[in-house]
């Protein structure tokens, strides 16, 4: 049996590291808790922390170039990127805080792992 309080709080780290920068820096919580960890549902949910920050990089990229490409046209776009992943995070803390026992899932994102 795994300890609820320690489950919520890497769970918690993990999926709320995004909002500690949006650099490279943040995805070496989820990473750590990878490795340092031995409860199956923070592993599950450093990997799907993990994959989010990797979706929100290449979104990012993808909707940086089109704003370059569009001479600014598509600005808004950043907006909604900005809102969808703030958003989708907030959602994960809030599923994972209130049912630690479940790993939590993005909907609509690619998995490397």
Known sequence: MYDTDKRKLLSALCHGAIFFSTAFVSVGVPIAMLFVSDDPVVK??????????????????????????TLGLLLPLAWLGYLLHWGLTIWALATVLSDPDKPFRYPFIFRVF
């Open 44 to 69: 599950e949910n450093a990997k799907e922390a993990i994959n989010f920050h990797f979706n929100v990089w290449l979104y990012g990229a993808i909707i940086t170039v089109l704003i370059v490409v």
